[in-house]
């Protein structure tokens, strides 16, 4: 691999992490605010430390085994992460199963706002860094040098010098 796709790599890589620790840090934050919001099996605090632990699990899985399936992972976790807040921001969607109605017709708290920038952002860079990792597996490898050519050209060359 050249020094330029390692450097797009890792910097893609340092993207989608930054952008999932400030998803897990404003779910985080934000979940105790919700904790009067639930249905009787689960509270929308519940959802948000699960999205805050998704996206600590996808960043750190990125930064330990850079692969394609890792890749995958984060832009799930950060692609499901700004489909929410952005549908909950402008759907009532309402109660549904186990999920409490979590419609907020509003972009406050900042950190709402910060979130969806962050979680958007990380979703882009990891489908980038998923399809470079796609392209670098598909590329062929140099072909190994083939012993027995060499053996073969080694004795024609003895026997024509």
Do not use: C
């Not at 990125?62 to 549908?87: D, E, K, N, Q, S």
């Not at 759907?91 to 910060?114: L, S």
């Not at 860079?125 to 990792?133: G, N, P, S, V």
């Amino acid at each position: 691999m050249s020094t330029q796709n390692r450097t797009l790599q890792w910097t893609l890589i340092a993207v989608v992490v930054v952008g999932l620790a400030v998803d897990a840090f404003v779910h985080f934050d934000l979940a105790s605010a919700f904790k009067h919001n639930k249905t009787s099996t689960l509270s929308e605090t519940d959802l948000f430390r699960a999205e805050a632990v998704a996206a600590i699990v996808a960043a750190v899985a990125l930064v330990v085994r850079p692969r394609r399936y890792t890749a995958a992972f984060a832009f799930l976790v950060a692609a499901a992460g700004t489909a929410a807040v952005i549908v909950y921001r402008y759907v009532d969607v309402g109660a549904f199963g186990p999920i409490p109605n979590m419609y907020d017709p509003y972009w406050a708290p900042a950190g709402k706002t910060i979130s969806a920038v962050a979680e958007a952002v990380a979703a882009l860079a990891a489908l980038a860094l998923f399809a470079q990792f796609h392209l670098l597996a598909r590329t062929p490898a140099p072909a190994a040098p083939d012993r027995a050519g060499i053996r073969q050209r080694e004795q024609r060359q003895r026997f024509a010098g």
